[in-house]
């Protein structure tokens, strides 16, 4: 069975700091991985990547795979309160039946 | 370009009835994807078509059942209404596969009684 796993689930940082978010993976016949952020309602993209070892930047956000050691992470820079929000970490699987797996997501809070 | 649209936005059902949901996609879009999220499983797959063909399926009973219409829209079924069955039902938007970038809509909160 395929299995996504986030850590940490919760993170409390101050107005700032710069957070790395992490997710492992696995899952047969791995195409890709997603990260998207979900404020109160639905999950908004952020970032595909299907190649190891490329960096993928947008603003003080970024994100990077490493397809052999089966995990991911995102970071952001210089935090704002803008950034809380639920980050969800998803892969999809090809070969027929899986679809997209999503981890459990990390809670992330921006103290001002 | 107008987004995902999805209705109804909240619903409240028994057990043992069925709903239909419906999701209409961004103009242009071809995929559309359903997902569950609960606070307990967090956000589940329950299934991905693409021009009126069901490509991928997650691990869901039967009881749930989608398709696809040849505008795009998209129908998402659930039959004989659990209490489980609660949740926020989302649908997502694509050009292509599942993997492409994603659109989501609002969501449809069903509360099952």
């Known amino acids: 069975e395929d299995k996504v796993v986030q850590s940490p689930l919760s993170l409390v940082v101050h107005e700032g700091d710069t957070v790395t978010l992490n997710c492992s993976y696995e899952v047969t016949n791995f195409r890709s991985l997603l990260w998207y952020k979900q404020e109160k309602k639905a999950p908004t993209f952020l970032f595909m990547l299907?190649?190891?070892?490329i960096e993928k930047k947008s603003g003080r956000l970024s994100s990077i795979l490493d397809k052999k050691e089966l995990f991911s992470i995102l970071n952001i820079t210089a935090t704002q309160t803008g950034d809380s929000a639920v980050y969800l970490c998803a892969v999809a699987s090809g070969g027929g039946a899986d679809g997209l797996t999503f981890g459990k997501g990390t809670h992330l809070i921006i103290q001002p | 370009k107008a987004g995902v649209t999805q209705t109804p936005r909240y619903l409240i059902k028994t057990r043992g009835q069925q709903v239909t949901l419906s999701c209409s996609p961004i103009?242009?879009?071809?995929?559309v994807s359903w997902y569950q999220q609960t606070p307990g499983q967090g956000l589940q797959f329950l299934f991905e078509y693409f021009s009126e063909t069901q490509r991928n399926k997650g691990n869901f009973p039967g009881r749930f059942s989608g398709r696809q219409f040849s505008n795009s829209r998209s129908e998402m079924n659930v039959s004989t209404l659990e209490l489980g069955d609660s949740a926020l039902y989302l649908c997502?938007?694509?050009?292509?596969?599942?993997?492409?970038?994603?659109?989501f809509g609002p969501g449809t909160r069903l509360l099952v009684l």
């Open positions: 997502a938007s694509g050009q292509g596969f599942l993997q492409e970038t994603q659109y």
């Open positions: 299907t190649s190891s070892g």
């Open positions: 103009s242009g879009h071809r995929s």
